[in-house]
């Protein structure tokens, strides 16, 4: 059971003075006290990748590994090998549908984790010594110094060097000497109209940060608060009700919190310290809660159809990356590729059917659900992905590529033979029965349709250079086409 670090029943010291859970969670107390509430958004970035005490940044330098049964999750290429082969199949029959490209192709992953899946598509495609033969380099996207070490150790080997450069990190791959290099992130990636980008995103989306809003009634008549950094034309009084977002900052629990002063939900683990922050709802416009609301159709039809007290997520590094994922495949203005190329394969979860995501800010610790904001840079933080506003991101920035899905992973996987793939594999003669449990176990977990199972939470998505829907990629509804 967690301790409470030195806190008394009510989260203070003996002494008086607050004691916060972690060292971040007392830098960010102090930044809040010195500009005020921040966004959801900067305290998730910070949580997850400061320098000093970031859940990832600073975990494997803590002796904490997230990853794994001993970790706080398990993801679905540590379930079963056979996730990655299948992935990695998937790249080779985009590969062969595209022609065969001989040179210029590139296999980019953002978010690698330990390097598992990565290590289990190369194992693949190394058996497809053709399309093998045409990768010029292995681009792996990392922000953490020490998940890199991991990353290079497994896919170098541990006595294999790694070099710094201006573009990054460098080593060579154990499968046919392939060179791999590291960045901070993907802007570091040289986009080229010759290249041929095969880009693998498994749950890097949920750990982007979110802004989180509500919509408020304001009265008529009412003197209008205005940003600090709104420069448009004054308006102090309104003649009509109107509906306004408003942004969810976080700020510091009250001193002495419990769990049970803060109504903490029972779907989150009480075992750990009673929360250091909490949400509230900004009683001013927020820069943030003036523009992101307007970005999409989407988002703009919630006051219509649900009015106040309705909810809205909004990642803009999502847009960001869906963007860039866009442009190098299909082209951009900037950037004009006459002979679009390349795909990218997302897997995560969120909804798959076009709505917006709300309330889904969750934090996991020890594979158990607990509060957010408890023990900032222990706990990992993730919120559902919003597919239709990546799909509307990545055909915004380029003309040159069409998506398809979200589907489910279940659905996914099982076009693309994870059936027969395990039934093989038990047919093998290899296994003992205590293997043959296991291979079967991660298999049903991995397509289980059930209420919180993967193969129905998690959703599938691929954007695809543009070809007027005439053919659709295999496990999105298409068949296997060599071009």
Known sequence: MATTHGLNGEGQQDDGERKWSTPLAKQLAEAIETTGPIPLASY???????????YYTGALGEGRDPFGRTGDFVTSPEISQVFGELCAIWFVAEWMAQGRKTSGVELIEVGPGRGTLMDDMLR??????????????????????????????????????????????????????????????????PIGPEKTPFIMAHEFFDALPIHAFQLVSVPAT?????????NSAPSTKTSHPTLQWREFVVTP?????????????PTQSRLFPPPDFQLTLSPTPTRHSLY????????????????????????????????????RIGGSALRPKPNPSGAALILDYGPGDGSVPTNSLRGIRAHRRVSPFSEPGLTDLSADVDFAALAEAATRASEGVEVHGPVQQADFLEAMGIRERVEMVLRSGKLTPK????????????????????GKVYKALAILPENEGRRRPVGFGGDLVDG
Request: aromatic content about 6%.
């Open 44 to 54: 998730m970035r910070m949580c997850l990748t400061a320098d000093i005490g970031g």
């Open 124 to 189: 693949t495609i190394h058996r497809f010594p053709a399309m093998a033969k045409s990768i010029d380099a292995i681009y792996m996207v990392e922000a953490s110094p020490d998940l890199r070490m991991v990353q290079k150790n497994l896919l170098c080997g541990e006595d294999a060097p790694m070099t710094e450069s201006k573009a990054g990190y460098h080593s060579v791959c154990k499968y046919g000497g392939l060179p791999i290099v590291w960045t901070e992130t993907i802007k570091s990636i």
């Open 222 to 230: 009412q003197s209008l608060p205005r940003a600090a950094n709104d």
């Open 253 to 265: 629990t009250p001193p002495g919190s419990t769990h049970d002063s803060l109504n903490t939900p």
């Open 292 to 327: 992101l609301p307007e970005l999409s159709a989407r988002y703009r039809a919630l006051k219509s159809t649900f009015g106040a007290g309705a909810l809205l997520e909004v990642c803009p590094d999502l847009a960001l990356y869906a963007a860039d994922f866009a442009a």
């Open 435 to 454: 293997q043959e449990k296991v291979v079967k176990g991660a298999w049903e977990r991995l397509v289980d349709r059930g209420p919180g199972g993967m």
